[in-house]
């Protein structure tokens, strides 16, 4: 399964990474969003749950991944910016569906709240209206983690925070991903925070009343972080939403374990694509190279 890969120019300013899996049957394309500091890596067990059901997209983030060589680095990038990119994206691929993955929320809603023509559903996965005092506490030593450029210490703040429900595999991949990091993509996320406890939340969700199409919320029984009831509290900000709990699951849903992987899966393809039933595909573990950062 071999994407076809593109740098995207965007409006002159930015650079992207893409990759495009396509399916000769499929009928549909879904773009997948990243959370913070995350690479299209860290969707490698959802591309094998959504493909070939659909056309499939991921990109990284002008700052991350095999984007950030195609950029200057010249200035940090808002979420209101993140959510601009977003809608080229979904212009240049003719997207019907997008799913975002932790705080690839934010921009997300605010990419929505624009009403994109083309989008009909959405997914957003492992994320909240609310900044709960766990969540709080993992942004506030997060913060002071990336300032400082202390690598050992955001490494195990991920892996024993969000990321403690991770098989040991995951954990090594993402300590290793974390340790490899270029300064900017720290001072990147460190900016992310601060927006996030200035409240740039709420004004994603204030924008979010605007969102007219179907959304469905995905979040892990066993997460504290992002949790069910939280995530259940979407109801007050977008219009028609549906909800949803996979069981046994933390912060990272389908990659913790075989079970979480094969409920996510079905859950996804429920709400996608109702009318179809297929057998499950076998659970995959990541292959080398691969992690499971967001933050």
């Known amino acids: 399964m071999r994407p076809e890969i593109a740098v995207l120019d965007i409006q002159g300013q930015y650079r992207v990474y893409t990759e495009f899996y396509r399916a000769d049957a499929a009928e549909k394309t879904i773009i997948l969003i990243n959370g913070s500091l995350a690479t299209t890596a860290s969707f490698a067990q959802t591309v094998r749950n959504l493909h070939p059901q659909l056309n499939v997209v991921l990109f990284d983030q002008p700052y991350a991944g095999k984007s950030k060589q195609h950029n200057r680095q010249e ?19 003719q997207a019907d569906h997008v799913m975002s993955f932790s705080w690839g929320g934010a921009s997300t809603l605010l990419a929505l709240a624009h009403q994109p023509r083309r989008v009909k559903k959405a997914i957003v996965s492992s994320f909240s209206p609310v900044i709960n005092e766990p969540m709080r506490d993992y942004l ?16 195990n703040l991920v892996n024993n925070t969000i990321g403690k429900h991770l098989p040991s595999l995951f954990k090594r991949f993402n300590y290793r991903h974390v340790s ?25 969700l204030s924008r979010a009343r605007n969102i007219d199409i179907p959304v469905l919320f995905v979040n892990g029984e066993r997460d504290e972080y992002t949790t069910v009831a939280d995530a259940r ?22 990659m913790e374990h075989k079970a979480a992987c094969e409920d996510t899966r079905a859950v ?28």
């Open 140 to 155: 506030s030593r997060g913060s002071q983690y990336l300032a400082a450029c202390d690598r050992y210490q955001v490494g």
């Open 268 to 295: 996804l393809l429920g709400f996608l694509k109702p009318d179809v039933r297929e057998k499950r595909p076998r659970y995959q573990a990541a292959a080398q190279g691969q992690h499971a950062l967001a933050m």
């Open 180 to 204: 490899s990091l270029d300064s900017h993509e720290y001072a990147q996320m460190h900016f992310h925070i601060n927006e996030v406890l200035q409240h740039d939340l709420e004004r994603a």
């Open 233 to 254: 509290q979407f109801d007050r900000h977008v219009g028609t939403c549906q909800f949803s709990a996979i069981r046994d699951a933390g912060h990272f849903l389908d």
């Open 75 to 93: 200035r940090l990038i808002s979420k209101e910016t993140e959510a601009h990119i977003l809608l080229e994206l979904i212009d240049h691929f």
